[in-house]
């Protein structure tokens, strides 16, 4: 006999004032249900409306936004029929939060245990020894160290692995019917991601809450989730059992998101004038940052880096937040000074300093920043960004200016249209493209890519790594390619750098990287990827010492 | 709340920034004073004396030594209390300035004791109930006590409290203050105008300084818990805007002790900005010196106190 749901959203609407004060509607008559103690899934890129979804789940929506319609039920409240002041009598009790970004969701100037037994002081539960004593329970289930004083700390004095495990206390610590996990892991590395998941889910299992978990990431859900519900446009595409799901998508649209999820295997490119010569060479490179250019410096990142890059071939650098791959790229470019070791461009000595650069050494070497929003003038349209180094190498101006930054434009697959237009009028995908056309503008033959997809969703980050082999084929181009996914390395790199503390622990052929690998460190952080198998986890067997060693930064 | 030694490090750090801060502005004060126009001797001696007295006088009242060992014995007195004297009626600065210091220590008493408790009150609660009517109702008020001058304020107040109403005396000293009543009376109007300014600034400061902390997902992360708007406010927003508001009300405060200049003068109130202005007219360099390392002291002790706030209120910079 099929119980009643705990959770009943009946076409949900919600809208939006924009910045032009237009109403738009971003979430159009959503329906779902979840069952008591059921994990079901948000799936969808950045805008589909997941978060939305979640938040309206405890009738909350964002400062410019408002729920315009439909309803949503959660046990026995009718969430949007209330009051404000009323829904604040399910928030915390009836449903709990559990943010992305549990470094920003804490308060930094109070102490972690007072935020975490807030709920019970604002909702009257218990007597704060007793929910004191409940929150200590939780940290232990969550698997935190020093359970019984690590609430004493402020947020800054614990991990980020840690805290996003603390501000799950802090949602379960008012033993609500439902937790909603808003991309609890994503800001996340991979190995400490696998302890975050495994906690949610021993914890959730044993407490038999109900879950929303909101995620981009289908590896990551099929973890957790026992449904998936997947979006676009704030409109629901396809809803099944996650096994369903990963198995046998029905919609289009998931079937592309899995599609996008499918690594391509990556056929290194022919390059017919194949110069004895590499095109990047680095030798026993060190840097760092503090103290005299030039001089040691008081922190040193990069400590003895050497490789060799290949005419036409790509690196691929892989490693957790803080290992020092974009601190590599940036002395490699010269904007971080070096004080020790050489870098070599197609044979020819590299100076360590930007400025002493041979403007031929600039034109050859480019590097693509992360961020397109901050890496591209807000002020300035496409036309002039791109202009500038087509005048600065090149000294074109006037009309040939123009149809050079035309071809730029065409090359990266966007109309020509568009250099009327200012950044900030683009969409994500598109101010990349153009961050990689003004790299390309200097005709360069190397190009050093920083993480140049991880801000972009599954789809859009694909075509991104599509864009760069055609123009490989092109243009002859060779990338030294930094990224944190694994997948997206395996996708575009012949070799891999495995980086560690500012070392280079494991050279190794990118397509042969979970059989090959032998140093301890790539093993572990391969290992470490999660795979589309609801089962993977549960099978996942790492050595706890290895992952103490490694992780615990 | 323990401290760790590298928050007292941190603060020592802090003191000594102000130390250095205040020699560097001592020297600007004696070299800026320097390039003045006109000599003093001259001054003082009137149009008739002849270059002999004047080279006289000069040399009687040190003038032609080198302008830095002026400096540094003028450095050294400082430190030691000793201010000088005065060049235009020989009397120790240290006794000139006492009586004026304290008159307008004691005016910014009583502004700083009504001011900032409204203040605060005023721009947290703007800030908890933002774009409500109250909020818009503060928001209108403190921008046009701001665009109004504040000659304007204080002339009009003497022409309705004193000329029209004939309630309170127009002139703040030399009435008779012997009697609490007498006193709030003689105080009332340079209170008043001078409240109206620097609430205004304090206001729109403490507002924008606590709604910039309410956008912040840990406030968002409180409204999730279910607290209550004020519990949001008091409870997550305001410990963290304190470091700012601190700033706000120590820049709006060390106005209190030099800018207060047009209101001294329309209510005839004896303190140290009028004196300073008094000094500049008459050619007093060591007076005029004196005034300006009293404020500067004043504004540095203000800055200081806001920056030590905003460190003990931080647990990242107490660390």
């Known amino acids: ?553 | 709340m323990l401290r760790s030694p590298t928050t007292w490090l941190l603060v020592g750090q802090r003191l000594t920034i102000a130390f250095i801060t205040l020699l560097i502005v001592s020297f600007a004060v004696f070299f800026a004073t320097e390039l003045l126009p006109g000599d003093v001797a001259q001054i003082l001696l009137g149009q008739a004396a002849t270059p002999e007295a004047v080279a006289g006088l000069r040399e009687a009242m040190g003038l032609d030594r080198p302008a830095f060992l002026r400096f540094l014995s003028w450095l050294g007195g400082l430190a030691t209390g000793d201010m000088g004297r005065s060049y235009v009626n020989d009397i120790e600065i240290a006794e000139l300035v006492s009586g004026r210091l304290v008159n307008s220590l004691r005016l910014a008493g009583i502004v700083t004791a009504i001011c900032v408790p409204v203040s605060l009150t005023l721009g947290i609660a703007a800030a908890m109930w933002r774009g409500s009517w109250f909020d818009r109702g503060v928001s209108i008020m403190t921008i046009s006590f701001i665009s109004v001058p504040e000659f304007m304020v204080a002339t009009l107040a003497v022409l309705i409290f004193a000329v029209w109403l004939d309630w309170l005396p127009a002139l703040s000293y030399g009435v008779n203050v012997d009697s609490l009543g007498a006193m709030l009376r003689a105080y009332a109007m340079p209170v008043i105008t001078l409240s109206f300014v620097v609430c205004a600034q304090m206001i729109r400061m403490t507002r924008a300084a606590v709604i910039e902390t309410i956008n912040t997902p840990y406030v968002e992360m409180a409204l999730l818990k279910g607290a209550s708007r004020s519990r949001m406010v008091l409870v997550h927003a305001l410990p963290n805007a304190l470091g700012p508001i601190a700033n706000a009300v120590a820049l709006s405060l060390s106005y209190l002790v030099g800018g207060v200049i047009i209101v001294e003068t329309i209510f005839n109130y004896p303190g140290v900005a009028k004196l300073m202005v008094d000094a500049v007219s008459t050619r007093d360099l060591p007076l005029i010196q004196s005034c300006a390392m009293i404020f500067c002291v004043s504004y540095l002790t203000l800055i200081t106190l806001a920056d030590m706030i905003a460190i003990l209120s931080n647990p990242r910079l107490r660390q």
């Open chain 1, 1 to 553: 006999m099929p119980t009643d749901p705990l959770v009943t959203v009946r076409d949900l609407r919600v809208g939006a004032i924009t910045d032009a004060s237009r109403k738009v509607e971003i979430i159009r008559g959503v329906d779902f249900d979840v069952a008591p103690g059921e994990i079901v899934a948000l799936i969808g890129e950045s805008g589909s409306g997941k978060t939305t979804i979640a938040l309206s789940l405890m009738g909350h929506a964002r400062p410019g936004c408002f729920i315009s319609g439909g309803s949503v039920r959660v046990g026995d409240f009718d969430v949007t029929g209330l009051s404000e002041r009323a829904r604040r009598e399910l928030r915390g009790t009836e449903v709990s939060y559990v943010p992305q970004s549990a470094a920003a969701a804490f308060n930094p100037a109070k102490r972690i245990i007072d935020q975490v037994v807030e709920v019970t002081k604002i909702h009257r539960l218990m007597p704060r020894a007793e929910a004191e004593e409940r929150a200590r329970e939780l940290f232990r289930a969550l698997a935190l160290p020093e359970a019984d004083s690590i609430g004493e700390r402020y947020p800054h004095q614990v991990s980020g692995g840690q805290l996003q495990r603390l501000a799950a206390a802090m949602a379960l610590v008012g033993d609500p019917q439902l937790v909603i996990f808003d991309e609890p892991t994503t800001a996340l590395d991979v190995t400490t991601q696998i302890e975050v998941l495994r906690a949610f889910r021993s914890v959730m299992e044993k407490t038999g809450m109900a879950g929303v978990y909101v995620s981009h990431d289908l590896a990551v859900v099929a973890q957790i989730a026992d449904r998936v519900i997947v979006l676009k446009n704030g409109e629901i595409q396809e809803v099944g059992a996650t096994e369903q799901i990963l198995t046998a998508p029905e919609h289009p649209y998931t079937k592309e998101l899995m599609a996008a999820f499918e690594p391509v295997p990556h056929v290194p490119v022919e390059v017919p004038h194949s110069s004895p010569k590499p095109i990047l060479e680095v030798e026993h490179l060190s840097a760092g940052y503090g103290g005299k250019p030039g001089a040691e410096p008081t922190y040193r990142i990069l400590k003895d880096i050497n490789f060799k890059l290949e005419r036409g071939r790509n690196l691929g650098v892989i490693g957790e937040s803080g290992s020092g791959k974009s601190t590599l790229a940036r002395a490699v470019a010269g904007i971080l000074q070096p004080y020790e070791g050489a870098v070599q461009l197609d044979g020819e000595e590299l100076k360590p300093d930007l400025h002493e650069r041979r403007k031929d050494h600039l034109r050859r070497l480019q590097i693509v920043f992360q961020l397109a929003d901050t890496a591209l003038n807000p002020a300035v349209p496409v036309g002039t960004i791109l202009g500038r180094p087509l005048t600065f190498y090149h000294g074109m101006k006037g009309e040939r200016r123009e149809r050079r930054v035309i071809e730029l434009l065409d090359m990266v697959q966007l109309p020509g249209a568009l250099r009327h237009r200012l950044p900030g009028e683009l969409s994500g995908g598109q101010k990349q493209r153009v961050n990689l056309a003004r790299a390309l503008a200097a005709e360069p033959e190397l190009i050093l890519c920083d993480e140049i997809t991880s801000a972009l969703d599954t789809v859009v980050g694909a075509a991104i790594l599509e864009l760069l082999k055609d123009l490989q084929k092109d243009l002859g181009l060779s990338y030294l390619f930094i990224s944190h996914d694994l997948s997206t390395v395996e996708a575009i790199c012949d070799d891999v750098l495995v980086m560690l503390n500012g070392e280079v622990v494991e050279a190794l052929p990118a397509q042969k990287m979970s059989t090959e690998a032998t140093h301890p460190y790539s093993k572990l952080l391969i290992s470490s990827v999660p795979k589309l198998d609801t089962a993977w986890l549960s099978g996942l067997e790492q050595d706890p010492e290895l992952v103490a060693r490694f992780t615990n930064r």
